[in-house]
């Protein structure tokens, strides 16, 4: 089979489960994992023969993909602020929006009056892209980055090795608070946390509820902002003077999230998503 005719039935049959444009986006990913071409370098030999390891690779991954698993999760690869990141089931496929939170967090360090040697703690890194984006950004800043799966910590600490990142993780509850004295006082507090509510499970696009982690992804319906509690409270004892929390937040629910740092004295302002959303906060 020649790799114009792998690459057409592949889109051919990932387009029974996917939207054509979006078929056409995975096969094109895909393709350039296992040929190691560009779509444009492809095309200059899509008449020539596939190996045999690349047809058997091709297909073990449509039928990984028909099974509606992510894309990431086949190929153990995202891509999040200009870097190619590790990834598995055992954290989430970093998103578009904690891009923008990364660089309101970054773009608001360069500007104030200290730049270097502050401290900065990624509260439930799974994946380790925003502690790791942080430190590309900003060499000079200490990171800690601490999550409850030790799971998802190796798949941080591959990533800091990878990126060559040096980042100090740790394992521990966040939400148990007699594990607060473990961590420091910090400069910048930044933070997606779990935040989408039970019930709203089934709203959520298959691929997101079959493989993603759902302790990176749900909170309690009794209990939905539990994490910005312990945040905020965390915030009085273990934020310096003059620093600043960053979180990701539902877009349902910024009104509530904002409330909750008020109740603490911490200053608020949000910020819009590029889809109008309101998915940032910042207290201080």
């Given amino acids: 089979m020649t790799t114009e005719e792998c690459y057409n039935d592949f889109i051919k049959k990932l387009s029974s489960i996917y939207e054509k444009r979006e078929a056409a986006n995975i096969t094109d990913w895909v393709f350039e994992n296992i040929t190691g071409l560009k779509r444009l370098e492809r095309s200059m030999v899509r008449n020539v023969e596939l190996d045999e390891s690349v047809l058997h690779k091709s297909e073990n991954y449509l039928h990984e993909l028909l099974q509606h698993k992510p894309v990431q999760y086949v190929l153990h690869e995202a891509w999040f602020y200009k870097m190619k990141f590790y990834v598995n089931e055992h954290v989430l496929i970093p998103r578009p929006e904690t891009e923008e939170l990364v660089e309101w967090a970054v773009n608001d360090i ?169 998915r940032m906060l910042q207290a201080m």
């Avoid at 800043?141 to 798949?155: Q, R």
């Fill in 110 to 278: 360069k500007n104030s009056k200290q730049k270097d040697g502050l401290e900065i703690l990624d509260i439930g890194t799974g994946s380790g892209c925003i502690a790791i984006s942080i430190k590309k950004e900003l060499e000079g800043e200490n990171i800690t980055a601490i999550d409850i799966s030790a799971e998802a910590l190796k798949v941080a600490n591959k990533n800091a090795d990878t990126l060559q990142s040096k980042i100090y993780f740790l394992e521990t509850d966040f939400l148990n608070e007699s594990k607060w004295d473990s961590l420091g006082v910090y400069d910048i507090i930044v933070s997606n946390p779990p935040y989408i509510p039970k019930y709203e499970k089934d709203k959520l696009a298959r691929n997101v509820t079959a493989f993603e982690p759902g302790i990176a992804l749900f909170v309690e319906d009794n209990n939905p902002f539990i994490f910005y509690k312990k945040i905020a409270k965390f915030a009085q004892s273990h934020l310096k003077p003059g620093g600043k929390v960053f979180v990701e937040m539902h877009e349902d629910y910024s009104k509530e999230v904002a409330e909750i740092f008020w109740s603490f004295n911490l200053k608020t302002q949000t910020r819009k998503d590029i889809y109008g959303k309101e």
